[in-house]
């Protein structure tokens, strides 16, 4: 369906999120390389909660990496999954360990991740159109 809409941006994340076996992780691993070649798509750092309760940046820092890898730094960005994800951690936490699993790649790659590709996808570093005029 994504190869289908080339002119939509979207990004995706829960649908993605791994089955933990190694066959399972090798599958999301040939998805995600499938999906990278879509231009218009997006991942979200998001949700890990959803899988493993006790999750830090180092137990993501693989999943994380990939996704860098194989989508670049501007197409790639955090997503709070909150309320839910309070369930796991708190929100400064979740923050914390995300920027400690993109690893060290300096702050250009972090203001990215974390605000100027969300910024950029969804049009929120353009002008709101003009509202219509509503008659008296």
């Known amino acids: 369906m ?19 076996s190694a066959a399972g992780r090798r599958r999301w691993q040939e998805a995600v390389a499938a999906l990278a070649e879509l231009d218009h798509v997006s991942m979200k750092l998001s949700g890990f909660g959803m899988f493993d309760a006790g999750w830090t940046g180092e137990s993501v820092r693989p999943l994380v990496e ?15 999954n909150y309320p839910v994800e ?5 929100y400064d936490a979740t923050i ?11 702050d250009a790659v972090l203001g990215a991740v974390f605000a100027g590709n969300a910024r950029r996808i969804y049009g929120l ?3 709101p159109p003009a509202s219509p005029s509503v008659p008296a």
């Open 86 to 90: 309070k369930l796991a951690r708190a």
């Open 2 to 20: 994504l190869s289908l809409r080339t002119s939509t941006p979207a990004a995706r994340w829960r649908r993605s999120t791994p089955d933990v």
């Open 96 to 106: 914390e360990a995300i920027a400690r699993a993109c690893g060290d790649p300096g």
């Open 125 to 127: 570093d353009r002008d």
């Open 66 to 80: 990939h996704l860098l890898e194989r989508f670049g730094p501007t197409r790639v960005m955090w997503g709070s």
